[in-house]
């Protein structure tokens, strides 16, 4: 794992292989950034004409690399390209982010380097540190010429990093990016490696190691307990399904928080079966799961004082001769029927067993995630997740927490003119309805699952929990979509901010 460091040293002295500043467009040439004073200096003045020279324009994500022979000490000056930098906000950590992110995938299987990226302030360096983390991520389990060392250690440098709280700031970025980063291997994992069986055992696992309650209730016991989501997603998949719950109750606890994740480990689309193309992504179905039990690990390493229950519902959705088909009618835990018309429709029907088990634990808050829907593709991309809530204002906060922790989304509404188009008639609900605002029509399905008096937001992410290509801080695989939101807003729930 790369180490950090702070430093208020000039990078102009230190012994490294690298060092990376920020430059931003400029009207003529790019900009130097604020940390690049001393690199600047030494190069008398032409960095930025040799910059454009070798085509730098201070793009987002650029990366220019630079030998600087003997200019500074170190061999190598790695211009990062951040586009217009903000004086503060979000926007301004997400830029600093992205640009350390990028430094650190260009720096894979260097040894050190010294990062001079704008640091003003504990936040600036808490998002530096979690750039460098995220960027630095490899998954090279399954390389058979052995793994590429990420970027070794590094050295956040700049005045921020002597304000008040920077280290504080920087160890939650540690545990916040460890989170994520471990989320990441388990969406990678193929799905043989990762049934419903192999992953609650790590989830529990995981959460023993924090000494966190752990509950796993497997198919005789979802069966004998009327978990008939969980139990007609997986009945064609001779890996059975799995509800796995975890529990963090930190003492002096006033406010209570329940996240459900759906871990479709596996999506074939059941009988309803996906075309081929649409299969080689389906490991990532598992995303929302890995997203709750991995940040409720993190919010048990921090120490937040909000007591919280993650719900990863898990099953692998396959066809056979024993699969559920289409006009099936099954019984959601609590009781209440929904007929299958699409069995390619299988997040919703694990996640609403979750959410109404998650109700019966009284949680102020529910949030669900998952890659639920292709049409929240389609409405907003790959880099973006869609927010749904049974409150406007909440989600509202959602959408101001997710930013603040530097992902994208973007809230999504409940239209009750769609809810007619669930209607069956033969069960309470239909899992589908037509085509037109699916991913809307999904969110008012789970809707009809969370109980009275509670709270709920849903976060579908099938957009970003898996990208085809990398970017700043973002790998090509999976990229952990959900963690950190889910962090802040218990941190959030912790400040009374929600």
């Known amino acids: 794992m790369t180490s950090i ?18 430059v931003a467009p400029g009207d003529d040439e790019v900009a130097p950034l604020p ?4 690199v600047s200096k030494a190069f008398k003045g032409a960095l930025p004409e040799v910059l454009g020279q070798l085509g730098a324009t201070g793009k987002p994500d650029e990366v220019t690399k630079l030998p600087a022979q003997g200019s500074i000490k170190a061999p190598l000056v790695v211009a990062i390209g951040t586009g217009p930098l903000p004086p503060s906000g979000p926007d301004r950590h997400e830029t600093l982010r992205r640009a350390a992110g990028a430094a650190a ?14 640091v003003q302030d504990e936040a600036d360096a808490a998002a530096v540190v979690e750039g460098l983390l995220l960027g630095a991520y490899r998954f090279d389990r399954y390389k058979s010429n052995g ?23 920087v160890t939650r970025a540690e545990i916040v990016t460890t989170a994520v980063n471990r989320a990441r291997d388990w969406v990678n994992v193929p799905p043989r490696d990762l049934t419903p069986e192999v992953f609650a055992d790590a989830a529990s696992k995981l959460a023993r190691s924090a000494k966190l309650d752990v509950e796993i209730l497997d198919e ?15 009945q064609g998949s001779a890996n059975p399904p799995r509800l796995v719950r975890v529990a963090y109750r930190p003492s002096r606890a006033k406010r209570h928080v329940a996240f459900v994740g759906k871990g479709i480990t596996f999506d074939s689309g059941g009988l ?10 389906m490991k990532s179905d598992m995303s929302g799961a890995a997203a709750v039990i991995a ?11 909000v007591a919280v229950t993650a719900y990863a519902a898990m099953a692998e959705n396959m066809p056979s001769g024993s699969a559920q088909r289409p006009s099936d009618v099954i019984s959601i835990y609590g009781g209440k029927t929904v007929e299958v018309l699409n069995t390619d429709a299988e997040g919703r029907l694990v996640l609403a067993d979750g959410i109404v088990r998650a109700a019966e634990d009284e949680p102020d808050l529910i949030v669900d995630v998952a890659t639920l829907t292709g049409a929240a593709v389609v409405a907003l991309g790959k880099r973006l997740s869609g927010i749904m809530a049974n409150d406007d204002d909440l989600r509202d906060r959602v959408h101001d927490a997710s930013r603040r922790a530097g992902e994208q989304m973007w809230p999504l509404p409940l239209p009750t003119d769609l809810r007619d188009k669930l209607d069956s008639p033969v069960a309470d609900i239909a899992n589908i309805g037509d ?35 990398a970017f700043g801080y973002t790998p090509k695989g999976g990229t952990g979509a959900g963690v950190r939101t889910l962090v802040r807003l218990v941190e959030d729930v912790a400040d009374g901010v929600l």
């Open 5 to 22: 460091a702070l430093s208020s040293a000039a990078p102009t002295g230190l012994k490294v292989d690298a060092v990376v500043i920020g």
């Open 147 to 169: 793994p590429t060392k990420p970027l070794g250690s590094v050295t956040v440098l700049g005045p921020g990093v002597k304000a008040k709280g920077v280290k504080d700031a």
């Open 272 to 281: 309803s079966l996906k075309p081929s193309d649409s299969m080689a992504d």
């Open 435 to 469: 085509r037109w605002g699916g991913a809307l029509q999904a969110g008012l399905f789970l809707q009809e699952f969370v109980a009275d008096g509670i709270d709920w937001a849903h976060l579908d992410i099938a957009g970003p929990a898996l990208s085809d290509t």
């Open 295 to 305: 940040a409720v690990h993190a919010i048990a390493s921090l120490g937040t004082k």
């Open 105 to 118: 995938r260009a720096l894979a299987g260097k040894q050190s380097a010294a990062v001079a990226l704008p």
């Open 35 to 38: 940390g690049s004073e001393s």
């Open 220 to 234: 005789k016991l979802l069966a004998r307990r009327g978990y008939g989501g969980l139990i007609g997603v997986g």
